[in-house]
């Protein structure tokens, strides 16, 4: 979505707290989309929203979700068409 992004992931037993590791994440991708992109800070607001996800159906379900954003915004036809989506890993329940 041009506006806000949804990133799953699975915490490693020795993680960052999730407010630290989003703070890390959101300034390294500043930095990087100034370098690339030309645009300043601040891209992001302060807060974030988080969902713990128990099981898989339910990261299916939200999974499902993401996929459709831009379907419903009216941005592509279908899900595969947007170019701006991905997964680093697979997660497993």
């Known amino acids: 979505m041009p506006d ?6 699975r915490a490693a037993t020795d993680a960052k707290p999730l407010a630290q590791w989003v703070e890390t994440w959101k300034s ?3 930095r990087q989309l100034k370098t690339q992109l030309g645009l300043e800070p ?3 607001q302060r807060d974030y ?4 996800l128990r099981s ?6 939200k999974w499902d979700y993401v996929a459709m ?7 592509c036809e279908k899900p595969d068409d947007w170019p701006w ?6 997660l497993r329940f």
């Open 49 to 52: 929203f988080d969902r713990f």
């Open 56 to 61: 898989a159906d339910n990261y299916s379900e």
């Open 69 to 75: 954003n831009p379907v419903r915004k009216k941005l």
């Open 4 to 9: 806000h992004v949804h990133l799953f992931a």
């Open 28 to 30: 390294l991708s500043s």
């Open 42 to 44: 601040p891209l992001w």
């Open 85 to 90: 989506k991905g997964r680093l890993n697979e």
